[in-house]
């Protein structure tokens, strides 16, 4: 009988500094919950800092520095070290190695094509100076999910077409040197409402460089005045004008957090979001009342994430220790699966004792 194939996920972030409530609704909360969920084998979370260093290469202090700020909030979001790898992407030479092979089988055309890579090389508009490893972060992104042997990869939309990148490689490799490596699936949030929120500033995107985020170990003061300041309707002057809640990044964010036992706890005159929304909707609720009420489940949610990360901070070395670990253990993953492949390719020359006893021969006489 066929033994089955394990279930293993990877993802990861950039660290290009602390991370906020968009990671947290959009990432961080469904890998605690598959983390959790007893479904899957291995669980591997990556410190993306090689492929923050393709746009970053001329401030490496700035990756080194968010290292531990991104590990900190993997922490005390609840990610447990026991139950998952956390580890950083540039202590497993195998990547790189797996990256050059990989470079192989993808053209610099189809790399240009991936749409992904052409939004993100306007938004940073490289123009015609793209830096090499940028172009092909695609292929150094496949590495990094075919090194563990990913079954599921949980990410956005808008990077489906990156893991499609990924899955033609593998098909290259394998139609080649045969079945060594897994295509990997998509792994898409149910709600779908959560998975990108606006900035407070009501921009779609919430961005670091934008200045528009509310982060994971935001300040309870700083974060009752960011509450405070966004964006709601434009059009909603005064209490008694009815008030738009599709589009309002007030209410995005209610739809992200709010839960009916917020509303008993903290406003108790509406049952759930929908009848604040229709309150809303024909007038007679103000802004402030929304945003009071935003605060209170925002601050509900995030403090003990703060007091997970300010325990977690006492102890510095002890979170290098969990990383160190972590990319031990990573790095054995990746060296099994780069030995497969050597020895698919013939290039593990050493280890196959047919070559050297056939090169002998041959040259015996």
Do not use: W
């Not at 520095?65 to 993997?74: C, G, M, R």
């Not at 898409?188 to 009501?202: E, F, M, Q, T």
């Amino acid at each position: 009988m066929a033994k089955a194939q394990k279930k293993i996920i990877l993802t990861g972030d950039r660290p290009t500094g602390r991370l906020h409530v968009g990671h947290y609704v959009g990432s961080l909360k469904q890998r605690v919950a598959l983390q959790n969920s007893g479904e899957f084998d291995e669980v591997y979370i990556m410190i993306a800092d090689a492929q923050a260093l393709t746009d970053n290469a001329d401030n490496p202090e700035k990756i080194r520095q968010n290292i531990i700020e991104v590990a900190l909030d993997y922490l005390a979001v609840g990610l447990d070290p026991a139950r998952v790898n956390l580890f950083i992407q540039s202590q497993i030479p195998e990547l790189c190695e797996m990256t050059c092979f990989y470079m192989n089988l993808v053209t610099v055309s189809r790399l240009q094509r991936n749409p992904t890579v052409k939004s993100e090389i306007q938004m940073r508009n490289f123009a015609s100076s793209i830096p090499a490893g940028f172009l092909t972060y695609p292929v150094s992104q496949a590495a990094d999910i075919t090194a563990f042997k990913a079954t599921t990869v949980p990410t956005g939309e808008d990077q489906e077409p990156m893991l499609e990148q990924t899955r033609e490689i593998v098909r290259a490799f394998n139609s080649i040197y045969g079945d060594v490596l897994v295509e990997p699936a998509i792994y898409l949030s149910a709600n779908k409402v959560c998975l990108r929120l606006p900035g407070i500033d009501g921009r779609a995107k919430m961005s670091k460089s934008l200045g528009n985020c509310i982060y994971l170990s935001e300040p309870s003061d700083d974060l009752k005045k960011k509450v405070m300041s966004m964006f709601t309707d434009k059009n909603h002057l005064r209490v008694e004008d009815p008030g738009e809640v599709e589009g309002n990044p007030v209410f995005i964010y209610l739809d992200a957090f709010a839960r009916d036992e917020h509303f008993a706890e903290f406003l108790p005159e509406y049952t759930n979001l929908d009848e604040m929304k229709a309150h809303y909707t024909r007038g007679g609720l103000g802004d402030v009342k929304v945003k009071k009420f935003l605060n209170n489940v925002l601050q509900a949610e995030l403090a003990p994430i703060r007091e997970r990360r300010r325990a977690y901070s006492r102890d510095i070395p002890e979170v290098y220790r969990i990383l160190q670990e972590g990319s031990m253990r990573a790095r054995e993953k990746a060296a099994q699966t780069m030995a497969e492949m050597k020895r698919a390719m013939k290039i593990n020359y050493f280890d196959d004792t047919a070559l050297i006893a056939e090169q002998a021969k041959r040259f015996a006489g």
